[in-house]
């Protein structure tokens, strides 16, 4: 048997031994939760955060930086060359096959998705994108069908908005910093451009398109109408208006009159009805009339760089295009 001190003894080692151990476990759980929760923060942060952007159809949400790009304007392909971006599909260019002459070099291995107009959804799913671009003017009718292919965006429309456009595209895209640099570079191009000009800019600029059979002059609000506005120059009375376009009649031919004459030919592949409209107005009796044809300032130029294409692409070559024009006319 004990004696009483070995009883007293084995009593204070296990009292002893309950306190360590009360008071070890809820150290322990603590260490646990630590070590746990370093590990529960990385999870969250490797997780790619999502944006909710708003365009023409509503509000769309995207997960991180895309990289499977589908767009379906031509404006908008543009948009992604300048960002660094190769979309795995784009829609045919209106001219070229299948791309525009400025950046067919830069489209290699892209696949066409039909144009426009009409855009392949089964051939779109089949690229499996992880973004859509396109526009409520031409493709509103199948926003749906896009939106449950990918996350789709779209801008309200073309022509005028091109620096509205390349924003929300750059926004979708994650590329906001990018696209500012872009902007800013070509605000700067603008500025140095009309410096450049000088007093140039005050001749009056005309602007038309000549397609088979018909004639349309060019207003201010179109792409060249806004990148010529941006550079300081003045427009016929006839032509200083805020709307897109208007078709003209032969009678109405004066309104094509102004200091310097810009015009392209709408002429497909191995088509020529274009260029045909154009030599017939300007050089009847009334077209030689015109004060830009006596004085030989009538300039016939590239369609997809003035008005087709529609991106900061062109509109950069553009500026090029204006700057090299007047170097060479006198006021």
Excluded: C
């Amino acid at each position: 048997m004990f004696s009483s001190k070995k009883w007293v003894a084995l009593t204070l080692f296990l009292v002893l031994s309950l306190v360590v151990s009360a008071f070890g476990s809820p150290s322990n759980s603590t260490n646990s939760s630590a070590a746990k929760a370093p590990e529960a923060k990385n999870n969250d942060a490797a997780k790619p955060a999502t944006r909710t952007v708003k365009h023409a159809m509503g509000e769309t949400t995207i997960t991180g930086t895309p990289q499977r790009i589908v767009v379906l304007t031509n404006q908008g392909t543009e948009s992604l060359l300048e960002l660094g971006i190769k979309p795995v599909g784009a829609v045919k260019s209106w001219i070229g096959e299948p791309w525009f002459d400025h950046i067919k070099d830069k489209m290699s291995g892209v696949q066409v998705v039909g144009d426009e107009t009409q855009p392949n959804l089964e051939l779109i799913a089949s690229l499996k994108p992880d973004l859509i671009l396109g526009t409520k003017v031409r493709q509103e009718k199948v926003y749906p069908q896009l939106s449950s292919i990918a996350p789709t965006v779209f801008t309200e429309n073309l022509g005028d908005s091109m620096v509205e456009n390349f924003k929300l595209y750059a926004q979708a895209l994650n590329k906001e910093a990018e696209g500012m640099a872009s902007l800013d570079s070509f605000n700067q191009s603008i500025q140095q451009t009309k410096t450049a000009l000088g007093d140039k800019t005050k001749m009056r600029i005309s602007l038309a398109r000549f397609q088979p059979g018909k004639v349309r002059v060019y207003y201010k609000n179109n792409f060249a109408g806004v990148i010529l506005e941006q550079l300081g120059f003045a427009r016929p009375e006839a032509q200083d208006k805020n709307d897109f376009t208007a078709d003209v009649t032969t009678e109405q031919i004066a309104v094509l009159d102004g200091d310097v004459f810009f015009y392209f030919t709408s002429d497909r592949e191995g088509e020529t009805g274009a260029s045909k409209t154009a030599e017939e107005w300007l050089n009847s009796p009334i077209g030689k009339n015109l004060n830009v044809i006596k004085k030989q300032r009538a300039f016939n130029v590239n369609e997809p760089i003035w008005n087709t294409s529609g991106g900061i692409i062109a509109a950069k070559l553009l500026i090029e295009d204006i700057k090299t024009r007047f170097e060479k006319l006198s006021l």
